[in-house]
């Protein structure tokens, strides 16, 4: 046996790393006679994520901006709550933590934006105060509703974890598009039916839209998650090419991923994925100034073909591209009863909530009623009859504080003082991400704009189509953080250079000799 402290020490650490190991595999392999319980999950997911803290570490705010957009489920926690959420929570904790260690990581600072944001924070913990309390069913609590609160909170806090560090113009593109790609995996929801059963455990992580096997037909049967895949794609392909990049750049595939892209958005049956995504590509065409290029002819020309051609087959298309064209005039297209008929009632069914709430406002007008639910409340939205209650006000997503609708999702809720702060959110937001497009450097244009074009846009849905402060928030954080982080703050106006003032000097003109005036007295030849 060797004598060298080299080798003992080395030795020594050896026997630690497998005594560790020992103890861990025995711990687990207990842990694993029940593995589904909480106790078993929560020691695994904290030993899974202490092995990849490094990672963390090192990629905590890229990592944050891909789960931004996916709808990955952390089923091993209590409530199960979305990726992105737990994200958020730990690349903050990391950005705070550089924050009291170095000195020279800072956040970026944006007061404009800043102040709104915590007095809608304060806003919120005051009414949640006053009004039960933020109680979480999955914790065992009378109360119900907090998970909204806890949604609306991590969300506002989300755009300070993006502020934490800034984006090198060199990556600026890379993160835009990460933030929409994560949305791609929405198409896994839909394949619940076609999935074999060892692939099942996909979807304790993604939850299912269609779950019946025999019910699923394609182009009957509404892919929500398809539909938004599709526009995480179109979204994606803009931030990174812009649309010139798509149109002009000579790349074939391009322009025809885009298009299958936005076929696919009517699988999902959804009239406003359709409508948003119009909205932005042309805005978008607009303000990149492609309507001074040759590409407007041919946008012209192919946007009268597809008219022409849905005109005479609109009845003859799949239900869910009917019912994804439903916004237009009956007398525009002539689709089937049933496509009309589903959309008008869908559309009737939130005027009547609408309708029956707006007379609630006056008395939260003052102190809204926030999302806490009490139990009598979520036995009536438990019970699948509620859904036809006679008053619209007590309609399961009303008493849930879903009322598709954006204004009402605030002032509801938190009465005028959060309608007051969020309106100043809402101001001071735009007004950064118009000052960050109409400032932006050349490199940063395309990027820009296209942000401020995505905003604009949901902007507009929020306030006038559809809109929930508690879930939509993160829409508005995340952007206007994005923003932010690739711009270091806000753009100011390029200083213009000083003119140069040239001294007017009184010297005479040399000429030459052949036509200088002879001196006085001088003898001519």
Not at 29 to 34: E, H, P, S, Y
Not at 181 to 205: A, C, M, Q, R, V
Not at 493 to 499: D, K, N, W
């Amino acid at each position: 046996m060797t004598n060298d402290p080299a080798s003992i020490a080395a030795f020594l650490r050896s026997l630690i790393v497998y005594a560790v190991c020992a103890v861990l595999a025995i711990v687990l392999g207990v842990l694993m006679t029940n593995p589904l319980t909480y106790s078993s999950l929560g020691f695994v997911g904290f030993l899974c994520a202490f092995l990849i803290l490094p990672i963390f570490l090192k990629w905590h705010h890229p990592l944050m901006i891909f789960c931004w957009g996916t709808p990955i489920s952390v089923f091993f926690l209590k409530g199960s709550p979305q990726l992105c959420l737990v994200m958020i929570a730990i690349s903050l904790g990391i950005s705070i933590a550089e924050r009291t260690l170095t000195t020279h990581r800072q956040f970026i600072k944006v007061p404009q934006v800043t102040w709104p944001l915590l007095c809608l924070v304060g806003v919120v913990l005051v009414t949640a105060k006053l009004t039960g309390g933020i109680g979480l069913k999955a914790f065992g609590s009378d109360v119900y509703g907090g998970k909204k609160y806890v949604f609306l909170i991590v969300a506002i806090f989300g755009y300070f974890a993006l502020t934490a560090l800034p984006i090198p113009p060199q990556k600026a593109r890379l993160y835009v598009t990460l933030y929409f790609l994560g949305g791609i995996l929405g198409f896994i929801e839909d394949l619940y039916p076609l999935t074999p059963h060892f692939l099942s455990p996909i979807f304790w992580f993604i939850h299912p839209q269609t779950i019946d096997p025999d019910g699923f037909q394609l182009g009957v049967t509404r892919l929500a998650g398809t539909g938004w895949a599709a526009t995480a794609v179109v979204n994606a392909m803009i931030a990174y090419y812009g649309l010139r990049g798509i149109f002009l750049a000579g790349k074939l595939w391009r322009p025809i991923v885009f298009f299958i892209a936005m076929l696919l958005i009517f699988l999902g049956g959804y009239r406003s994925a359709l409508v948003l995504t119009l909205a932005v590509v042309i805005l978008q065409f607009f303000l990149e100034g492609l309507h001074r290029t040759r590409l407007l002819i041919v946008a012209v020309i192919f946007s009268l073909a597809c008219i022409g051609t849905s005109i005479p087959l609109a009845s003859k298309l799949p239900y869910t591209f009917q019912r994804t064209l439903a916004f237009l005039p009956a007398g525009w297209l002539h689709l089937s009863s049933d496509a009309r008929a589903d959309a008008q009632g869908s559309l009737d069914w939130r005027e009547d909530m609408w309708k029956a709430l707006l007379p609630q406002i006056p008395k939260h007008l003052l102190l809204g009623k926030g999302y806490a639910i009490s139990m009598e409340d979520f036995a009536i939205i438990s019970e699948s009859q509620s859904i036809h209650s006679v008053d619209a006000a007590q309609d399961p997503l009303a008493l849930s504080s879903d009322y598709h609708n954006g204004p009402l999702s605030v002032i509801l809720p938190f009465g005028i003082w959060g309608a007051l702060a969020f309106s100043w959110f809402l101001v001071a937001s735009v007004w950064v991400m118009y000052r960050n497009y109409r400032y932006s450097p050349p490199e940063l244009k395309t990027l820009n704009t296209f942000l401020f074009t995505v905003y604009v846009v949901a902007t507009i849905d929020f306030l006038f189509l559809f809109g929930g402060l508690a879930d939509g928030m993160s829409g508005f954080s995340g952007l206007l953080g994005l923003s932010v982080c690739i711009n270091r703050g806000v753009r100011r106006v390029p200083p213009q250079p000083a003119p140069v003032n040239i001294p007017f000097s009184r010297a005479r003109t040399q000429l030459p000799p052949a036509f200088r005036r002879p001196a006085p007295g001088a003898r001519l030849g």
